[in-house]
Nanobody, 126 residues
Framework: QVQLVESGGGLVRAGGSLKLSCAAS????????MGWFRQAPGKEREFVAA?????????YADSAVKGRFTISRDYDKSMVYLQMNSLKPEDTAVYYC??????????????????WGQGTQVTVSS
């Protein structure tokens, strides 16, 4: 069992930055692949970024966030981060942290993840 708690969301102006954090608890939290997803009102949950168990591979939603967002993890602290720069109003959403027992080539699919956090709201004003 893995518990995930996100933090770091808030209100920011377009062009600004935020860093989201995800605290993972559980004995084997470091063995999980991790992902960030987001969901805007009236829209489906969409993939943002993922990082492999070993941290050697990072993947991003190409057109939406690549080049602006960076996913990273700290094994000692059992933390996963999402650094978001050059934020746009269309980035406004609830951001969720997720953990997957097995790395999948479908890392962009919410169904591949076993555990989810409660989400943190990010609002970008124009």
């Amino acid at each position: 069992q893995v518990q995930l708690v996100e933090s770091g969301g808030g209100l920011v102006r377009a062009g600004g930055s935020l860093k989201l954090s995800c605290a993972a608890s559980g004995r084997t939290a470091s063995n999980y692949a991790m992902g960030w997803f987001r969901q805007a009102p009236g829209k489906e949950r969409e993939f943002v970024a993922a990082i492999t168990r070993g941290g050697g591979g990072t993947y991003y939603a190409d057109s939406a966030v690549k080049g602006r967002f960076t996913i990273s993890r700290d094994y000692d602290k059992s933390m996963v981060y999402l650094q978001m720069n050059s934020l746009k109003p269309e980035d406004t959403a609830v951001y969720y942290c997720a953990a997957a027992r097995l790395w999948s080539s479908m890392y962009y699919s919410p169904g591949e993840y076993d555990y989810w956090g409660q989400g943190t709201q990010v609002t970008v004003s124009s």
